[in-house]
């Protein structure tokens, strides 16, 4: 089983629409949950970053951590074309510890 | 302007020639790491160093090295490249506050082809 799981999609929403991007992951010792976004051919840039359960939000960006049921998603309000990239989900258990990615979730906004 | 730089950018080589892909970054960071990227399997962790001389093993070390001598500096070598690491490699840095590494700042990648 992957420590990390994340459907690949590919989604496609027109602009305006409420997104929803998913990860389940299997390792209870996970504390630190982070969302990247990558464009084509460039690396991968962090938009979110959450520390245990819980909620952050940032603009148009809302990340959600469940922890009891090993669950996190980030929500992307009144999407735009801009936003059309892959997003990764990736977490640690923390100090020192390793970091484990999803696969990403490619995503296209339509205008 | 804070970044990671890699080179090559683009690399084609041949089964068994040794090769070094270089990572460097100017922003003081403690933590870096090594990643490969190939379909369906997302990131992958290859190698990741606290500090100065402290490397440690990521997710798929095996036919890599690394060596970490200064700060800035984080070399991932393929002493005997083969086929199967065919892929895109990203290094990332990060600023270790407490031991905790937080935002990742990653590199442009290389893509590699091996024969």
């Known amino acids: 089983q992957k420590e990390v799981e994340q459907d690949p999609g590919p989604l496609s929403v027109p602009e305006g629409a409420i997104v929803s991007l998913n990860c389940t992951y299997s390792?209870?010792?996970?504390?630190?949950f982070m969302w990247y976004r990558q464009y084509s051919r460039k690396g991968p840039e962090l938009l979110m970053y959450t520390y245990s359960s819980g909620n952050k939000e940032d603009g148009r960006f809302t990340a959600q951590v469940d922890k009891s049921s090993k669950y996190i998603s980030l929500f992307i309000r009144d999407s735009q074309p801009s936003d059309s990239a892959t997003y990764l989900c990736?977490?640690?258990?923390?100090?020192?510890?390793?970091?484990?990615f999803g696969t990403g979730t490619s995503l296209t906004v339509i205008p | 302007e804070a970044q990671v730089t890699q080179n090559p950018r683009y690399l084609i080589t041949v089964t068994g020639k040794k090769l070094t892909v270089t990572c460097s970054q100017n922003m003081n960071h403690e933590y870096m790491s090594w990643y490969r990227q190939d379909p369906g399997l997302g990131l992958r962790q290859i190698y990741y160093s606290m500090n100065v001389e402290v490397t440690d093993k990521g997710d798929v070390p095996e036919g890599y090295k690394v060596s970490r001598k200064e700060k800035r500096n984080f070399p991932l070598i393929l002493e005997s490249p083969s086929p199967n690491q065919t892929s895109l490699y990203f290094c990332?840095?990060?600023?270790?506050?407490?031991?905790?590494?937080?935002?990742?700042?990653f590199g442009p990648g290389t893509r590699l082809l091996v024969l």
């Open positions: 990332a840095s990060s600023l270790s506050i407490m031991g905790y590494q937080e935002t990742q700042y």
């Open positions: 990736a977490m640690s258990a923390g100090t020192g510890n390793q970091f484990y």
């Open positions: 390792n209870s010792a996970f504390q630190y």
